[in-house]
């Protein structure tokens, strides 16, 4: 069963405005994580925002907001104020276990975001 | 601070070959992982090491070997190439007692003809 789910392949946005991209995940374990990354065309995978699962409060890096809705098992990035080198191919991944132990990353399908001027 | 590096960045190679891959963690990272990227999809786990050992492992059969040096450096090793080995190969790297950040290198692109 797929356990990261980005329903959108691909997003338009206008310089300057703010975009929310989906993540929905599945897990039946109580301790996971989750990551946001952007992938330029060059392909280097860049962290952009992380969120535990007993964190309480939404993370929020700069630009990058995490919009994580534990019952819902739903963790959006919104990028807010768009820049046009904020084109990209958007990733979110999961840990599932605790931190600091051996453990993998499941990644979604990934959104494409255009930012148009 | 140099962050994870990775070589070659793109090579060709022709079914039946065999490649190796090599990646360098960001100083202080003791943890690397390895992950295959086909195009228009994400990443997918193929293993990890700590301590020279491979850690756990994703759904990958055994042509996809690794190695890890006492200096933290890894390769990757993939035998007898298939033409749906064509992929990105990312490396990525951590402290493993961190909060469980991984930083990526830009991959080698690897082309199966």
């Known amino acids: 069963a797929q356990k990261i789910t980005q329903t959108q392949p691909g997003m338009f946005v206008q310089e300057k405005e703010a975009v929310t991209l989906d993540c929905t995940y599945d897990?039946?374990?109580?301790?996971?994580?989750l990551f946001w990354y952007k992938q330029p065309s060059s392909g280097e995978m860049i962290f952009l925002i992380y969120?535990?699962?007993?964190?309480?409060q939404n993370a929020t890096e700069g630009r990058y907001s995490l919009n994580f809705q534990k019952a819902r098992k739903s963790a959006n990035l919104v990028i807010s104020a768009s820049q046009l080198g904020d084109s990209a191919m958007y990733f979110c991944?999961?840990?599932?276990?605790?931190?600091?132990?051996?453990?993998?990353?499941?990644f979604g399908a990934g959104t494409t975001v255009t930012v148009r001027a | 601070d140099a962050g994870v590096t990775q070589s070659p960045t793109h090579l060709i190679k022709t079914r039946g070959q065999q490649v190796t891959l090599r990646c360098s963690p960001k100083?202080?990272?003791?943890?690397v992982s390895w992950y295959q990227q086909a195009l228009g999809q994400g990443p997918q786990f193929i293993f990890q090491?700590?301590?020279?050992?491979?850690?756990q492992r994703g759904n990958f059969p055994d042509r996809f070997s690794g190695h890890q040096f006492p200096n933290y450096s890894s390769e990757l090793n993939v035998n007898a190439l298939l033409l749906g080995d064509s992929a990105l190969y990312l490396c990525?790297?951590?402290?493993?007692?961190?909060?469980?950040?991984?930083?990526f290198g830009e991959g080698s692109r690897l082309t199966v003809l």
């Open positions: 990525a790297s951590r402290y493993r007692g961190s909060t469980g950040e991984l930083f």
């Open positions: 897990t039946s374990d109580p301790s996971y994580g």
């Open positions: 969120q535990g699962s007993y964190d309480q």
């Open positions: 991944a999961m840990r599932e276990g605790n931190e600091g132990y051996d453990y993998k990353l499941s």
């Open positions: 100083s202080g990272h003791d943890t």
């Open positions: 090491y700590y301590e020279e050992e491979e850690r």
